[in-house]
């Protein structure tokens, strides 16, 4: 099956400063999300973007499909942003989501 | 748009007892899915339904496990008996349309379930 990779793993950041969460994919994909798990535990809903880019207020991500990955951008970063970013993809034909490990982010003041 | 809604959130039972996880879809999806997430395994899938009918049900772990969906808004996971190991987060999700070409998956709020 597909395999999924997302770094860094842990990623600690000061409030007001921007981070890349990346995601790697090792075969072509139709679809791609990316979500925050906060720590509430609840699963949100950022982007689905299995190609192109687009912009949310603070958060923007772009898939380069052809290249096989996704990258996750956070500018000015809030505690609020703190929690667990999660890329998942679909293959094919298939309607499994397939998750990566995550990036745990933890923003400080 | 109320989400996915999801019953109970906490669930706390003895090891043997029955499990019962509900799930409200949201109106006029077609497709639903059952998730687990525990720290060893991450968020794995369970099983699926398209228009009711479970497709896919590779992901459920043993026989003490089964999922209905008796109509398109309402579908239950069942653990029967319940053990120690089963203890995880729930997530019940769905999206429009049957195809995974282009709609994204809306996850409920979870249901975490201890079992002792």
């Known amino acids: 099956g597909i395999q999924v990779e997302q770094s860094p793993p842990d990623l600690i950041l000061q409030e007001g400063a921007n981070s890349t969460l990346r995601c790697n994919f090792s075969?072509?994909?139709?679809?791609l999300q990316w979500f925050h798990q906060n720590p509430w535990g609840q699963l949100i809903n950022l982007f689905y973007?299995?190609?192109g880019t687009k912009q949310n207020g603070r958060l923007s991500a772009t898939t380069v499909a052809t290249e096989r990955y996704s990258l996750l951008y956070i500018s000015s970063s809030q505690t609020t942003d703190s929690g667990v970013y999660f890329c998942?993809?679909?293959?094919?034909?298939?309607?499994?989501?397939?998750f990566g490990t995550g990036t745990r982010l933890q923003v400080t003041l | 748009d109320a989400g996915v809604i999801q019953s109970p959130r906490h669930e706390v039972t003895e090891m043997g007892q029955e499990v019962t996880l509900r799930c409200k879809p949201i109106?006029?999806?077609?497709?639903l899915f059952w998730y687990r997430q525990t720290m060893m395994r991450g968020l794995e899938l369970l099983i699926y339904?398209?228009?009711?009918?479970?497709?896919?049900d590779s992901g459920m772990p043993e026989d003490r496990f089964s999922a209905k969906m008796p109509n398109a808004s309402f579908s239950t996971l069942k653990i029967q008996p319940s053990e120690p190991r089963d203890s995880a987060v729930y997530f019940c999700?769905?999206?429009?349309?049957?195809?995974?070409?282009?709609?994204?998956?809306?996850f409920g709020n979870g249901t975490r379930l201890t079992v002792t």
């Open positions: 999700a769905s999206r429009p349309g049957s195809s995974s070409y282009n709609s994204p998956l809306h």
């Open positions: 109106s006029g999806h077609n497709s």
């Open positions: 973007i299995p190609s």
């Open positions: 075969d072509s994909v139709n679809n």
């Open positions: 998942a993809v679909i293959t094919g034909t298939a309607s499994k989501l397939t």
């Open positions: 339904f398209n228009n009711n009918v479970p497709i896919d």
